[in-house]
């Protein structure tokens, strides 16, 4: 037979579309031609599939060879074709039957050795495979495990090329990857390391309990990070289809790690202030690839010295920020990420970042200004709760006192608010109230208006935005939730109103 096809994966982002691999053998001078866009990584695979052939005991064809990639319109990226290109051309060739090679989708990069080395995006490449009804997957070893978490599918783990022509040959069938228990996720920090910084640790808990972006300025040492690094602890584990959706972003990023192919638990990004757009949001020069808010999905994004991030990169979260999702578009296509991660800023109230505070600070007034005028109004504007925390007391710190709640009872807390809010915003397909647009906020769940003077007055002399205004309502829906109150009061649009306002008036 001289004609073949079998199956493999492009990614589009997050996302596989399935690929026809056809391989026709005709007469003519020996060589490749391979069509259907390929980048220069699907190119150079031709050598890397001709030597791992030979060196697998097969046989190369001296013939022409015209490989096609269907659909051809969309354009083909990374090494995971080869496996599906050698047994395609094994199949034009007759060395393998045709027949098993089309009903398999095959992944994996070959080496020169003949050997199948794992690749990325795994999981969303089966995932598709999954979708488009094919029940049998092939996948390198070392994505096995990764692949074992798509049900419907078989997954055949393959260590070698001629491992695959054994068990297509019908010698020695692949074994099939039954997917192993997970182990628990280890525990994180626990926030009853923060000792003092009430306002702080209320702070935190408010914004785990609502899905609420999060500033945090003070001194050097007054335990910014710390807070911000036991906010994942707070939020709920991942359900199994959150868990597969931020695993497909790692997947696809390859930041996942070996030994825990399921992210279960809310992931925690803090990238340098050197980052670049790219490196934040997402992109590259050849496969687009998600950045560190779109790894943050479903987690936490952490700026550390926020003011020192260039301030055009930082102004690049602001759309991703309120869409949940961010498109990277570039001349071969565009792709689109989810990007529902929660932001938390810190930043030292200046520049020589004084741990005394204002009494030991060398910077002037304009210089105080310059400094904090680097992050953007906009911006700030889409944060919801800005915190001024004080230097850490001597008394606080050395003394003691009350033992501080640890993360499992304030998590507790967190779920009940979360869970409150749920039944309240159930059928709007909404889960959190920071997810409640304004308009249907101001219309269906607006507190009393005795209970608003005070947001409103502010909004009055210019102090809040109308954004501002109803992010100030889903922050006092949050507290009332977190007190178990069926509406908000005076007193939650009050605290809603000062943990906005704190950092403006500082």
């Not at 001289?2 to 391989?23: F, I, K, Q």
């Not at 970042?353 to 204002?358: F, K, L, P, T, V």
């Not at 059928?427 to 209970?451: C, F, I, K």
Request: proline share 8%; with cysteine; net charge positive.
């Amino acid at each position: 037979m001289t004609l073949a096809r079998t199956w493999s994966v492009g990614l589009a982002g997050v996302h596989g579309a399935m690929v026809d691999v056809e391989v026709d053998l005709s007469a003519g001078v020996p060589g490749v031609v391979l069509v259907g866009l390929p980048d220069a990584v699907v190119r150079q695979s031709v050598d890397r599939v001709r030597a791992a052939v030979a060196n697998a005991g097969g046989r190369w064809p001296l013939r022409r060879i015209t490989i096609g990639l269907s659909p051809a319109s969309m354009p083909k990226q990374g090494s995971g074709f080869d496996l599906a290109l050698a047994t395609a051309v094994l199949a034009a060739d007759g060395a393998v039957p045709a027949e098993s090679v089309g009903r398999l989708v095959l992944l994996g990069e070959l080496g020169l050795d003949g050997s199948v080395r794992a690749v990325r995006g795994v999981l969303p490449a089966v995932l598709a495979a999954a979708r488009a009804g094919h029940p049998t997957a092939v996948v390198p070893a070392g994505n096995a495990e990764e692949a074992a978490l798509v049900e419907g599918v078989e997954v055949l783990a393959a260590g070698t090329l001629a491992e695959v022509v054994a068990h297509l040959k019908g010698r020695t069938p692949l074994p099939r990857h039954t997917r192993r228990t997970l182990p628990p996720a280890p525990p994180g920090p626990d926030l009853g390391d923060v000792v003092g910084q009430p306002i702080g640790r209320r702070a935190v808990e408010v914004a785990a309990a609502g899905g609420h972006h999060l500033f945090l300025s003070g001194p050097p040492g007054a335990g910014k990070t710390m807070l911000a690094e036991r906010l994942p602890g707070l939020l709920p584990a991942l359900d199994e289809q959150e868990a597969l959706e931020v695993t497909a972003i790692h997947s696809v990023a390859g930041t996942l790690p070996p030994d825990a192919p399921l992210v279960t638990r809310p992931t925690f990004e803090a990238p340098h202030h050197s980052a670049t757009m790219a490196a934040l949001v997402g992109g590259g020069s050849g496969l687009i690839r998600p950045g560190a808010l779109c790894r943050a999905h479903r987690g936490v994004l952490f700026l550390d010295e926020a003011p020192e991030f260039p301030r055009a990169v930082l102004d690049t979260l602001r759309q991703p920020l309120e869409r949940g999702s961010v498109t990277i578009s570039r001349a071969s296509g565009a792709a689109t990420f989810p990007c529902r991660a929660q932001l938390v800023l810190a930043a030292n109230p200046c520049p020589c970042a004084s741990a005394a505070g204002d009494a030991a600070c060398t910077c002037s007034p304009l210089e105080r200004r310059r400094y904090q005028a680097r992050l953007s109004g906009p911006l700030l504007d889409r944060i919801d709760l800005r915190v001024d925390l004080p230097a850490v007391t001597r008394a606080a710190w050395l003394e003691g006192g009350t033992a501080p709640e640890p993360t499992a009872v304030v998590a507790g807390r967190v779920a009940q608010a979360r869970a409150l809010a749920a039944a309240r915003l159930s059928g709007t397909g909404l889960h959190l109230n920071s997810q409640v647009p304004g308009r249907l906020l101001r219309e269906r769940w607006s507190p009393p208006r005795s209970a608003l003077r005070l947001v409103e007055r502010a909004l009055e002399r210019g102090a809040l935005s109308v954004r501002g205004y109803d992010r100030v309502l889903r922050v006092a829906w949050t507290l009332a939730d977190l007190a178990g109150r069926t509406v908000p009061g005076a007193d939650d649009v009050a605290e809603a109103l000062g943990l906005r306002l704190q950092r403006a008036a500082a």
